[in-house]
């Protein structure tokens, strides 16, 4: 990474030269690597799993774990923006659970798919405009607070609003299409991620409101003094995180053909956890779409793997926690190599 | 030096609560010139700086640009009216790249009908121009398309400099410049520093080190307790006056 520093011949000389060059070498791998890290920690699960499981790679199961992670890893990419804002969201599965509901009362007077899609989505960006407001300007320390009451707010909204208070059956035929059926052997749920993809990645990488997000989360302080409209930057960043957890709801109630207000019960957590363990920096500023993905990909496929193998469902929260560990000391690793980075630069001036 | 000051202050004053900060301090600064800014711990340097550079408002007197009374109420403002700031911990961004740094919060884009937030990054633009003036100033990076967070503190101060270089069109502001650094690497920044007065920018530089303003400074400011006590052209004949006059003792 740093090669061209350690390639000017002026820069240093003789033995110790050639230490620090090893030594740069060194820690400039060892940051790639860290990059690489959770593509290569996904890609030898799933050999040692297709090792110990022949099911694990047949179309069918491989069409379940796409349909089983969609959820995860559209929420997980609205959380991943607000991650990188140095914030966080728990209230996106309560949140994805009102979605349904109000998706729900709407199909009992109409079976528009697009009035149920459009209620969906709007409660979510709703909710999630309100965390972000109540959060700048409320002038809260930290978004913690806040998308914890909105949590407990929706998730009992949800309840009071559901007919019985528990799960209504029925989706328009357009919101089951997109939840349930396959076009070309791939769940359709798949290409609703590939499109969230699609434009956070267009959001993130080619947009002024991007580049201020990651602006936001490496610098708030400096951000306000280059004139970034920091407040407007993290509202956007929470309803947009919102909408995520609405188009959740749309492929959830579409997979199941219901709504309910117990839908993402702790989904929050997985989100959150997709995020790390795809390898984005808890601290804010670092992390791209990839990194949710990523993540979500490897829950799922640890929890579609320990299935097949009727492992029970408790290895499976240790084994997400045990990664979650990992990528959190593979983070603080990086900011170490990073300062060391910064000490053979200034060495090599 | 043209004749008239490019950034004039009028009997400033500027109160924090009972603190009375800054206590009728003008103070002219022209193109062309290097003005040193010195002071003691609570002199009233950063105060005086950070109310040109419109983090905070005077409570009286004015700041006049180009013999026009300014308002400068935002960094954007003042930033708009061309004065540039390099704060002391640089206000960089470490995620990001030199030349995301540069254009942070005033990127390049397009189409211009559609709120900022929403247009698109001329990226390749602002990479290269970004590019030639790291070039043209003699700054020496590791890589460019790096983040700023593997970059060494003079790389990192020198960064900063550049990206005020870059935008400003009338006085750039040095709060420290070198406080942080070594000998060499100081030594590059105030390379900058000359640069940018040659460019025809006012150049304010606040530091606690002699050495660079005499070598450096046209003209020095000493503030004390919020009052200018002094005015004169740093040399080494006068290098204890200056000294005196910063800390208050008898010449």
Redesign the interface.
């Known amino acids: 990474?740093?090669a061209?520093?350690t390639r000017?011949p002026d820069a240093m000389s003789g033995t110790r030269a050639s230490e620090d060059r090893a030594g740069t070498a060194a820690v400039a791998l060892g940051l790639r690597l860290l990059s690489f890290g959770p593509i290569v920690i996904l890609a030898l699960l799933v050999l040692a799993i297709s090792l110990l499981t022949p099911n694990f790679l047949k179309p069918v199961n491989i069409g379940n774990i796409l349909a089983q992670t969609a959820v995860i890893a559209i929420v997980a990419m609205g959380q991943q923006l607000v991650i990188l804002t140095r914030g966080i969201d728990l209230s996106v599965g309560a949140n994805l659970a009102l979605a349904t509901v109000i998706g729900g009362l709407v199909f009992r007077v109409s079976d528009s798919a697009f009035l149920v899609i459009l209620a969906m989505l709007a409660t979510g960006t709703l909710v999630g405009f309100v965390n972000g407001a109540v959060y700048v300007f409320g002038r809260l320390p930290h978004p913690f607070i806040i998308t914890l009451a909105t949590l407990s707010i929706c998730r009992g909204l949800a309840l009071e609003l559901s007919i019985n208070h528990t799960t209504m059956r029925g989706m328009p035929a357009g919101v089951n299409y997109l939840g349930e059926t396959s076009s070309l052997g791939v769940p359709n749920s798949f290409f609703v991620v590939f499109g969230v993809a699609l434009l956070v990645l267009v959001m993130m990488k080619?947009?002024?409101?991007g580049?201020?997000t990651?602006?936001v989360?490496?610098?708030p302080?400096?951000?306000?003094?280059?004139?970034?409209?920091v407040k407007?930057?993290l509202v956007?960043t929470y309803a947009f995180a919102g909408l995520c957890a609405g188009i959740g709801a749309v492929v959830l109630s579409g997979r199941t053909g219901a709504s309910s207000p117990l839908y993402g019960n702790l989904l929050e957590l997985d989100t959150i956890a997709a995020v790390i363990i795809g390898g984005a920096s808890f601290l804010g500023?670092?992390g791209h779409l990839g990194h949710a993905l990523v993540g979500a990909l490897m829950i799922g496929v640890i929890r579609n793997a320990l299935n097949l193998l009727n492992v029970d469902v408790f290895y499976q929260m240790i084994a997400i926690g045990l990664i979650i560990v990992l990528a959190v000391e593979a983070d603080v690793l990086r900011n170490h190599l990073?300062g060391r980075?910064?000490?053979n630069?200034?060495r090599?001036? | 030096m043209s004749a008239a000051p490019v950034l004039s202050v009028r009997d400033g004053h500027k109160r924090f609560g009972a603190v009375h900060a800054l206590k009728g301090v003008s103070l002219d600064a022209y193109r062309g010139e290097v003005l040193a800014l010195l002071g003691d711990n609570g002199a009233g340097k950063s105060t005086l700086v950070r109310c040109i550079s419109g983090v905070h408002a005077l409570d009286e007197g004015e700041i006049r640009l180009d013999g026009d009374v300014a308002s400068l109420s935002t960094p954007a403002l003042a930033r708009g009216a061309g004065i540039e700031t390099v704060y002391q911990d640089l206000a960089l961004f470490d995620n990001l790249t030199p030349a995301q740094n540069f254009y942070c919060g005033r990127e390049l884009a397009f189409p211009k009908w559609l709120p900022r937030g929403l247009r698109f990054l001329r990226a390749r633009e602002m990479d290269r121009e970004a590019a030639s003036v790291i070039d043209r100033l003699k700054v020496r990076l590791p890589r460019f398309d790096a983040p700023v967070a593997l970059m060494s503190g003079g790389q990192r101060q020198a960064i900063a400099v550049a990206r005020a270089t870059v935008f400003a069109r009338k006085v750039v502001i040095l709060d420290e410049p070198t406080a942080a650094l070594g000998v060499r690497e100081s030594r590059k920044v105030l390379d900058l520093v000359r640069q940018l007065r040659d460019e025809g920018n006012a150049v304010i530089l606040i530091t606690h080190n002699m050495e660079h303003v005499i070598d450096l400074a046209d003209r020095a400011v000493v503030l004390r307790q919020g009052r200018k006590v002094g005015e004169l052209k740093p040399e080494r004949a006068n290098q204890q006056e200056l000294v005196s006059l910063i800390v208050g003792a008898e010449a």
């Open positions: 990474m740093l061209e520093a000017d080619s947009m002024v409101w580049r201020w990651y602006a989360g490496g610098n302080k400096a951000a306000v003094e280059m004139g970034i409209p407007w930057v956007s500023g670092r990073e980075a910064r000490t630069q200034a090599a001036q």
